[in-house]
């Protein structure tokens, strides 16, 4: 086979990995795509139910009282480091269980509501944004999506109240933007009851501090002697499991733990395999769509922070007697601030 065959087979490969058998439903992209426009899913703009409005409105004042009272991002950023303190009251203000089942303790939030929850945070404290975002909206979205109700049951409870934190494991040194390319190995052991894990991760957000680590690892893909990804359940006090960075250094996000560590013949019960055996890509991939929403939430919390402290910036600074929303260049700053943070 020559080299473009060879790629052409892996993509395709890859893009069976993607799919699921079962039947695929109908999704407003895809919809557009074959020719429908399923209008209802984004027009008008989806609102939450009024019922829900009133339980989000409770939550986000309980929230900015703690966050007004216990939050200083600028410490933070100087200690790189989230006190356990801040950790412990996130936890007990619901955040870090919010889209998880009242069942499992959490409180039951849809993702739009959580996306409220994650500008709040992110509109005063990027890094504190982005560990919830790692530790629920990639951390233990695999558990909540693709879980057993015997995995939920065992992991969740501790996780939604944040006695323990959650971590998402897909990036390697050669698994970056290119996801489906991870070459962590899990081989099955002989007699069926767990598997071996062996490679590293890396620029793993919360991977210092987890106590649960959704890692993504090739297994063998039975009859034939190809590999496909796998998502499994990875606790750090596993035998052979190595933290080599515990806090990578970093220009931005100080706060959060962002870790490298390698799993060196780390056994795996087979009662820790996260979805389907060989469909961890597509588990993985779903994973971070959810992320993608609430991490975007994020950043429009704090680009309407940016926006409102340049704008008071410009209308309370002097220069030439007049503000610097006053003066010529810069007068659309404050002019256009009114529409701006309507976004
Ligand atoms: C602070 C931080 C936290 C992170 N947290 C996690 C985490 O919790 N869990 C986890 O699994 N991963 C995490 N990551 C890893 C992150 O998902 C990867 O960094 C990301 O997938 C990009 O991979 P890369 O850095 O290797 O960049 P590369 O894949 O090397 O890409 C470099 C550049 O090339 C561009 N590029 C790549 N391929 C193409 C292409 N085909 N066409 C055009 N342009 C292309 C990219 O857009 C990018 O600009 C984190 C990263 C950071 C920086």
């Given at each position: 086979m020559n080299k473009l065959d060879a790629q052409r087979q892996k993509e395709i490969q890859q893009a069976e990995e993607l799919l699921f058998a079962g039947p695929q439903a109908l999704r407003f992209a895809k919809g557009r795509f074959q020719g429908h426009f399923v209008s209802d899913w984004v027009m008008p703009y989806p609102r939450i139910p009024a019922a829900q409005q009133i339980e989000l409105n409770d939550a986000l004042t309980e929230l900015r009282k703690f966050l007004d009272e216990h939050l200083d991002p600028a410490e933070i950023d100087r200690q790189a480091d989230i006190p356990r303190s801040v950790i412990d009251g996130l936890g007990r203000t619901g955040v870090l269980g919010m889209t998880a089942p009242k069942e499992y303790g959490?409180?039951?939030?849809?993702q739009m509501a959580n996306c409220k929850v994650l500008e709040e945070i992110g509109s005063r404290c990027a890094s504190t944004s982005v560990f919830v975002n790692a530790h629920h909206s990639i951390g233990i979205r695999a558990l909540l999506l693709f879980g057993t109700h015997e995995q939920k049951q065992k992991w969740l409870p501790k996780l939604v109240t944040g006695e323990q934190l959650g971590a998402f494991a897909l990036t390697e040194k050669e698994a970056g933007?290119?996801?489906?390319?991870?070459?962590m190995q899990a081989r099955p052991s002989e007699d069926g009851s767990h598997f071996i894990l062996n490679g590293e991760k890396r620029y793993i957000t919360n991977a210092a501090i987890a106590h649960e680590l959704t890692v993504m690892a090739r297994t063998p893909v039975p009859g034939s002697d190809k590999t496909a990804v796998t998502a499994f359940l990875v606790?750090?006090?596993?035998?052979?499991?190595?933290?080599?960075?515990e806090r990578m250094p970093k220009?931005?996000?100080?706060?959060?733990?962002t870790g490298r560590f390698a799993l060196r013949d780390v056994k795996v019960p087979k009662?820790?395999?996260?979805?389907?055996?060989?469909k961890g890509l597509k588990v993985a991939l779903t994973v971070l769509d959810f992320g993608r929403t609430t991490f975007g939430a994020c950043c429009t919390g704090a680009a309407k922070t940016c926006l409102e402290l340049a704008i008071q910036h410009a209308n309370t600074r002097k220069q030439f007697n007049k503000t610097l929303g006053n003066l010529r260049r810069l007068g659309i700053l404050s002019r256009s601030s009114a529409g701006a943070n309507d976004a």
């Open positions: 959490g409180r039951g939030f849809s933007s290119d996801a489906a390319n991870v070459q606790t750090p006090d596993m035998a052979g499991f190595e933290m080599l960075e220009m931005g996000i100080r706060g959060t733990a009662e820790n395999v996260l979805g389907p055996l060989g």
